[in-house]
């Protein structure tokens, strides 16, 4: 009789546990606008991993998407203040570190976050050349970080991205991970 309970309470929490697992796992369906979630590329660092996503038509065509956020690293007082915090912080340079950008930032927003977005020019290791967004947002004293890179047009897969995170599946993902859930 023991026998059989220990089976059944083991077979339930293996259940439970694959049932988790798949609700975790990345979704392989695309997302709005044609985004894909897809594995976080990047080795580990100081902060924890975020999500990544692939552009499969649209003006974002072949675009990828980086996200994550950084609690406890902004300036309560004034949030993302200028270009060089973004510069600092967007994580364009675990894309390479051999970036310029090609303009003054400006302000943007997602949801009740506000910050600054950069385009930029990145030299790939492997001579070729891409087009990248840094987008640096706050909520009080955390920060919420995208980059996107791609061959298209930076002011086009800026748009795409913008429109992408104030989905409401991305909102409630970023205020989770603000809020450490």
């Excluded at 259940?15 to 897809?38: C, D, F, T």
């Excluded at 996503?53 to 003006?59: I, N, T, V």
């Excluded at 989905?167 to 991970?177: L, P």
Aim: glycine letters at 10%; a negative charge.
């Amino acid at each position: 009789m023991r026998r059989a309970a220990t089976i059944a309470a083991t077979l339930m929490a293996l259940g439970a546990s694959g049932v988790g697992a798949y609700q975790l796992a990345p979704s392989s369906a695309p997302l709005s606008a044609g985004w894909r979630e897809i594995a976080w590329p990047f080795p580990r660092d100081g902060w924890p991993a975020g999500r990544a996503f692939h552009c499969e038509g649209g003006a974002c065509d072949g675009a990828e998407l980086y996200v994550r956020a950084k609690r406890g690293f902004c300036n309560c007082d004034s949030g993302v203040a200028d270009d060089d915090e973004v510069d600092r912080v967007a994580d364009i340079d675990l894309i390479t570190p051999r970036f310029s950008a090609t303009a003054p930032g400006e302000v943007v927003h997602v949801g009740e976050m506000h910050g600054r977005a950069r385009r930029y020019d990145l030299a790939i290791l492997d001579g070729t050349s891409r087009a990248a967004v840094g987008v640096a947002l706050s909520r009080r004293c955390d920060l919420f970080v995208a980059a996107a890179q791609g061959r298209g047009d930076a002011n086009a897969m800026q748009r795409a991205a913008l429109a992408f995170l104030e989905t409401q599946e991305m909102k409630a993902w970023v205020v989770a991970a603000l809020d450490g859930n």
